[in-house]
DNA sequence: CGCGTCATTGATGTGCATCAAGTGGTGTGG
DNA sequence: CCACACCACTTGATGCACATCAATGACGCG
């Protein structure tokens, strides 16, 4: 949330976070096709994003962790275009999109920090279409890890452990890869001595090792 | 833009863009780093959108016409991410963004639009996320092909023929493959009857074949 | 007219998908 | 508390779609 505001401004704000929402492990937040009216702050818990067509393909679009919001997709229509389903047990903020509008005409901090967000994702996919679309296995495995460990670390957790909380099938998704290849690849970090894989818990022997995967020239190593 | 203001607003919004540009082919609109200070509309002409890596790697993240905005990518951290390139002389209204913040903070319409534009991208970036993850070299190139001519006869043009204003190689980095790739696919459409290809310019001869490609069940034929 | 850029096409190679079998962890009901 | 079923995961064998390498052809521009 922006900094510095005003006493009043700020309880404004608060009011528009008031609204709680328990999602359960594996139920949908929102679905394609549901009425748009509110963003989702996620307090917490653990989220996908997922496009389902009707033929059966199925891409995840995103993972999404305490702090950052979901729903954008909704506004342009509506109406959302993705489900988003807890991986773990959750729960977020409800955010009225109408009073978002409302209060972000008089708090100027507020405007911004929402078009800082838009803009943000708009960021992160074009990263993700760049690991789509010009990078092999390893090195999107690699990235997906750092980028992981990165955000749970800005979140006061560790650098170098991680619980995952999607499956080998979702990972794939996500990285246009299939479980197979995104197992084999974790096999293969483990072989090397860069992460050490149980399960879904993951520690990260060898930082340096995982960045010079992703990207060999920019590295000391 | 949007419909139904008021005299006196319109005027305003007149002013936001009453700055123009000329780009001409080949040149940046702006790049990489560049500070962020204003959103582009496109007036005439064609872009295309990359980011390139240091080791090299390009992907171009989408192609822009007449009508569509640019820059969204700059707002979050004020500095652009990404190159915007004409592909063709073009000419955009530069759009400053600190004066669309002020105007859209008393013209609802206005701010609602802006905020329908920035979603539109991210909805739009999900579709590619889709394509790249997990459609085939032929339904990549359909698709492609598909949103192409439906966004051109949008504005007035042919639903059949289009001139591509892009090389092979700049669609295979938008769809991830390579340019023999795409050369190859288009020869594949034509054997099959689907379309006329003459250098850039294509024709379209069977677009429920093109459907049928993209999305099999969907279709009637 | 000659050169550079873009495109096509063929031959070969490879990274990942696919198919298939088996393992381990978890939860459930007897 | 154990037997069983189920699911997520691992690992191997094989195949294929696309990449790579290479040669040639077609425009367009100075």
Redesign the pocket.
Known sequence: MPMGLSEPDLKRIEEIVAVRRKVKRGTPLFRNGDKFSSLYAIRTGFFKTCIATEDGRDQVTGFQMAGEVIGLDGIVSDHHTCDAIALEDAEVCVMPFDKIEMLSREVNALQHHVHKIMSREIVREHGVMLLLGS??????LAAFLLNLVQRLHARGFSQSELV?R???????SYL????????????KF?EEGIVE????HVRILNPEGLKMIVNPQTCSA
């Open positions: 990078m092999r296995a390893e090195e999107r995952l999607m499956t080998r099938e979702e990972i794939g246009g890869l299939k479980l197979e290849t995104v197992s084999r690849t974790f096999s483990v894989v149980k399960q879904r």
